[in-house]
């Protein structure tokens, strides 16, 4: 099995996305994933300038454009209708790597456990209803910075992401997107660097989203570094939310 990566470069807010891009291009040279794999670059609500496309010209890749709205997970919709490929993880523009073999680690426990749902980081956070009247806490979800999953079921998803707040129930919310998954009957996994867990026991490793250094994890992004460039009392707060759902 061959994976494909998708990642995303937003082009409607350079000052803000390009040093993403950038960083994101730098990381994956740097820490090779480890593993054969196709790579997708999405450029998202704006014309591609050539200094733009000189950010990925050392990676292999196969150029998109996506002009809609829904923000990552409209892009990530409109790719699972695009690539043909069994698996593809997917990736918003603020995630970049740390760790060599990345992606050799997840497809290790992705061929050994077959189809499912594959998290690279998972949270019990709240902050966005279930319902329009319903808060559950805890509430557990994968976080949608990057994840793993077969794109030709993602095509099956019932609702079209179109606004910043449908991203988040299809994250977290009414619409979750874990959930509906496990409503089909498959599974969701959640990887690391040590081991492999199912939900029950997601918050339970060290080192994970909002714990100790975060170093279990196989990829960062924004909130990641939102808490290792936390003072004490904020990570105190990130974790607990984390953990918790709520402070």
């Not at 803000?16 to 054969?36: L, S, V």
């Not at 060599?100 to 998290?119: I, K, N």
């Not at 409503?183 to 100790?212: C, E, L, S």
Request: aromatic letters at 14%.
């Amino acid at each position: 099995m061959i994976p494909a990566l998708v990642y995303l470069f937003p082009l409607d807010d350079l000052a803000t996305f390009q040093p993403c891009a950038e960083r994101w291009a730098e990381t994956k040279r740097k820490f090779h994933p480890g593993y054969e794999h196709t790579q997708h670059i999405v450029y998202c609500n704006g014309m591609v300038q050539e200094w733009q496309r000189a950010i990925f010209k050392h990676i292999p890749h196969t150029e998109h454009t996506f002009m809609g709205p829904g923000w990552d997970i409209g892009t990530y919709q409109h790719m699972a209708k695009v690539i043909d490929d069994e698996f593809a993880v997917f990736m918003n523009a603020r995630v970049h790597f740390n760790r060599a073999g990345w992606l050799a680690r997840l497809m290790e426990e992705r061929l050994r456990l077959g189809d499912g749902l594959y998290a690279m980081s998972t949270s019990n956070e709240c902050s966005y209803p279930v319902s329009h009247t319903i808060k559950i806490k805890p509430n557990p979800h994968v976080r949608t910075a990057c994840f793993g999953y077969n794109p030709r079921r993602l095509r099956r998803y019932p609702y079209v992401i179109d606004s910043r707040i449908k991203g988040f129930y299809f994250e977290s919310g009414m619409w979750n997107f874990m959930n509906w998954n496990e409503d089909m009957g498959y599974p969701v996994h959640f990887v690391t660097w040590d081991g492999v867990y199912a939900k029950p026991d997601w918050r339970k490793p060290q080192n994970i989203f909002r714990r100790g250094d975060q170093s279990n994890l196989l990829v960062c992004d924004r909130h990641t570094e939102m808490f290792a460039n936390g003072d004490a009392q904020l990570r105190r707060n990130l974790a607990k939310v984390a953990d918790e759902g709520e402070l």
